[in-house]
C-alpha cells in the first residue's frame, strides 16, 4: 500500500484505537476532495479504502451519488479551494519562547497560491536557505460569518483538517511584510481530509521529519481555540463559506532540505505527507 494511500486510510479508521475518547466513528466523517485521471475534482465522504462521491460541495447537504471509488485509483487535493487563507501567529505557550503571549489571535494571510495537494512537493525556491515546517491544524469555516460572538462561532465552523505553515525564516526575519516567507508557492500544504464532527479537545498534533518526531502537543494547549479565533477574525474581515484558518504551530521548528519528507497528523484526521523538492532556477 502506498504512503499516501496509508495515511488517508489512517484518517478515516477514527477508532478507539487511534484516540481514546474521540467520537465514535458514526459521528466523525471524513471528506476529501478528489480527482480522477481527465475527470474534473470532485468531493467525496471517505470509508474505509472507498470514497463515496457527493452532489456538489461540502458545504452543501453532502449527499451521496450512489457512486464509488478506491482511494488508489484517484489523486488527492486539498480538500477545499477556500477564497481566503488566515492563519495565527505565536498560538502555543511552547513556540513563544521569551515573547509574550498575546492578548488576541495574531492573524496573517496566506495567499490561495501557496496551498499544496497531499502528497505533492513543497518546493525550495532557489534563494532560500532557511526553509522550516510548521505542524498546523486548521479550522474550515462551514458557512458566512461577520460580527459573531464566540459562543456562536462552533455553528459556522465545518471541520478541520492538517496543515503545515511553511515559513522561510531569513525572509520572515529580513522582510518588512511575510508576504513571500509565508506565501511562497507550495507553502500551505492542507489535507488530506476534513473532519466533520470531530472533537478536537481528544486530538494531538505532531510533525515528523523523515520519520523522526520533531513536534508534538495537544490540540487543546491552543492560547487561541477554534472559536475564539473565529468569532476575533469575523469582527474585521467577514468569513467566506470555505475559508480555512491555520490555527498556529507548537514547540520549535527546524530547516528543511531537498529530499525530506515531512508528515504532519492531528489525531482523529490523518497524515499530511509532502516531499520537499529544490526548485529549478
Not at 471509488?69 to 488527492?76: G, I, Q, S, Y
Not at 491555520?246 to 516531499?275: Q, W, Y
Request: charged share 25%; aromatic share 8%; hydrophobic share 35%.
Amino acid at each position: 500500500m502506498s504512503m499516501t494511500r496509508r495515511n488517508l486510510l489512517a484518517g478515516a479508521a477514527v477508532a478507539s484505537a487511534m484516540l481514546p475518547g474521540l467520537r465514535a466513528a458514526s459521528d466523525v466523517r471524513h471528506y476529501v476532495r478528489f480527482r480522477k485521471e481527465n475527470e474534473r475534482p470532485t468531493f467525496g465522504e471517505l470509508d474505509g479504502e472507498t470514497i463515496h462521491p457527493i452532489d456538489g460541495s461540502v458545504l452543501g447537504d453532502r449527499k451521496r451519488t450512489g457512486d464509488k471509488v478506491a482511494v488508489a485509483d484517484v489523486k488527492l487535493l486539498f480538500p477545499i479551494r477556500p477564497p481566503k487563507v488566515f492563519a495565527v501567529g505565536l498560538n502555543y505557550k511552547s513556540h513563544l519562547g521569551s515573547t509574550p503571549a498575546p492578548k488576541n489571535p495574531e492573524i496573517f494571510y496566506k495567499p490561495t497560491t501557496a496551498l499544496q495537494n497531499p502528497g505533492d512537493p513543497i518546493f525550495i525556491p532557489s534563494d532560500s536557505k532557511n526553509l522550516h515546517y510548521e505542524a498546523e491544524f486548521v479550522i474550515v469555516v462551514g458557512k458566512n460569518a461577520r460580527r459573531i460572538e464566540e459562543s456562536q462561532a462552533a455553528d459556522h465552523i465545518l471541520g478541520y483538517t492538517c496543515g503545515n505553515d511553511v515559513s522561510e525564516r531569513d525572509w520572515q526575519d529580513g522582510d518588512l511584510q511575510w508576504w513571500r516567507a509565508k506565501g511562497s508557492d507550495t507553502f500551505a500544504p492542507m489535507g488530506p481530509s476534513i473532519a466533520v464532527g470531530l472533537d478536537y479537545m481528544q486530538s494531538e498534533i505532531s510533525l515528523r521529519l523523515n520519520g523522526e518526531t520533531k513536534q508534538e502537543q495537544k490540540v487543546s494547549d491552543l492560547l487561541f481555540k477554534p472559536e475564539a479565533i473565529v468569532s476575533f477574525i469575523s469582527h474585521y474581515v467577514g468569513l467566506q463559506a470555505g475559508d480555512v484558518i491555520f490555527t498556529g504551530t507548537p514547540g520549535s521548528t527546524s530547516a528543511m532540505k531537498h529530499g525530506d519528507v515531512c508528515e504532519v497528523e492531528v489525531t482523529g484526521i490523518g497524515v499530511l505527507e509532502n516531499r520537499v523538492r529544490n526548485r529549478r532556477a
